[in-house]
């Protein structure tokens, strides 16, 4: 088993008491600089590292936050940690990672986890299965400085971040509309998301603009948000099997515009001639397609910087925060 360097290995190899050289580690005054000097030398020759435990408990705090997706892969997600990362660790912060895999139960493990961790706060987006965000509230009320993006709840006051979802739905849904398409079906995650309600409420809002009518069979909902290959084409044979088939598609996450390419191909459905597709995708494998669609990129990597600033803010506030942010950062249309 790995045991890392003590002080008290420092001290037996100089000859020296534990206690001269932690306070010649923490180059303090009473130390002379030829101490200082071959504790330091030697230290450096064995790797030592301080004790983050013995430190967080000294300064009542660990240094590090935790951050909650649904998964790496996802390229928003992967551009959002990146975000995340570039403000934590120049601030002196550990990040540690876990993903959901869009689970409930695996959320409320990963929070439990990390709170026992005792990391100093939370940077959460939530599962595709969540509903419930007791878990989450329990912290909330007890102090954990907390922070949603993306995927926000209403009933936990604190800050959030996300992306102006209704906006770039309504762009990506008239863009169809000015292709000339007048059945468009839409492709989004559980009914519950705070985007899946946002994106949807775009959609409906580009349909009346110009009149034409909402239709709830061109409405589906991947519970997983297309995290199982299955479900996504599930959702996309009930479209083309409708007897009044739909001409286009905005579809509200990336997972599901790269899935739902793939069912729309293994099925020799033309892209755009027979169905035109339009999404929300920070990935450029989508230019790899034989028919590259046109999609709602987010600021991801600012987003995540923007929730490490606003938790760092709550962790190192000395007073508690009363008020707090509704960050919301507009989308970018790309038509290809």
Excluded at 62 to 68: C, F, L
């Amino acid at each position: 088993m790995f045991e890392p360097p003590t002080l008290k290995d420092i001290a037996n190899a100089l000859g020296l008491s534990t206690s001269t050289v932690s306070r010649a580690l923490r180059d303090t005054y009473e130390i002379s600089a030829k101490t200082k000097k071959l504790v330091f030398d030697y230290a450096e020759k064995i790797n030592y590292q301080p004790n983050p435990n013995a430190l967080s408990l000294k300064e009542r705090r660990s240094k590090s936050i935790g951050v909650i997706v649904s998964e790496v892969a996802n390229h928003y997600f992967s551009q959002a940690i990146s975000g995340i990362e570039s403000i934590a660790y120049d601030r002196g912060y550990h990040v540690i990672i876990t993903q959901t895999h869009e689970s409930y139960e695996r959320e409320k493990i990963n929070t439990q986890h990390l709170a026992s961790r005792s990391v100093d706060g939370l940077l959460v987006s939530l599962s595709a299965e969540t509903a419930d965000t007791e878990h989450l509230k329990y912290l909330h009320d007890r102090g954990m400085p907390i922070v949603f993006f993306d995927r926000v709840p209403n009933d936990i006051n604190t800050h959030k971040i996300i992306a102006n979802n209704e906006k770039g739905a309504f762009d990506a849904t008239e863009h169809l509309i000015n292709l000339g398409r007048k059945k468009i079906a839409h492709l989004t995650s559980s009914d519950h998301l705070s985007i899946s309600i946002e994106r949807l409420h775009g959609y409906t809002a580009a349909l009346n603009k110009y009149n034409i009518p909402v239709n709830p069979d061109y409405i589906k909902h991947c519970p997983h948000g297309g995290m199982f290959p299955e479900e996504t084409e599930q959702a996309i044979l009930d479209l083309i099997n409708l007897k009044d088939k739909p001409d286009a598609i905005f579809i509200a996450g990336d997972r599901l515009s790269i899935g739902a390419l793939e069912v729309l191909k293994k099925f020799n459905i033309s892209v755009p001639d027979q169905i035109t597709v339009a999404g929300f995708s920070n990935s450029d494998v989508l230019n790899l397609f034989e028919y590259p669609i046109s999609s709602v990129r987010q600021p991801a990597f600012e987003m995540g910087k923007k929730a490490t600033e606003m938790l760092l803010q709550l962790i190192e506030s000395k007073y508690p925060v009363t008020e707090f942010d509704n960050k919301v950062i507009d989308t970018e249309l790309f038509v290809r």
